[in-house]
């Protein structure tokens, strides 16, 4: 998973493990897996992107659990 993250850049030129391993340690697999979506679904990688499909992604979860 580290050598995909550091293989795949930001808008704004940075790696996203350098944006993964800049967030807090709670949130990185959520954003990891936003990453990986946002690529999936062709959207840009930029942070307003990543925290988007976060937020949906742990929307869903706590759909699911509930």
């Given at each position: 998973m580290d050598e995909r993250?550091?293989?795949i850049f930001?808008?704004?030129g940075k790696?996203?493990?350098?944006y993964v391993l800049c967030l807090?340690?709670?949130v990185r697999q959520i954003a990891t897996e936003a990453i990986f979506e946002?690529?999936?679904l062709g959207y840009p990688l930029?942070?307003?992107e990543i925290t988007?499909?976060?937020r949906e992604l742990l929307r869903k979860?706590?759909?699911g659990s509930a």
């Open positions: 993250l550091s293989n930001l808008r704004n790696s996203a493990m350098e807090h340690q709670g946002c690529l999936r930029n942070n307003m988007s499909k976060a979860r706590a759909k």
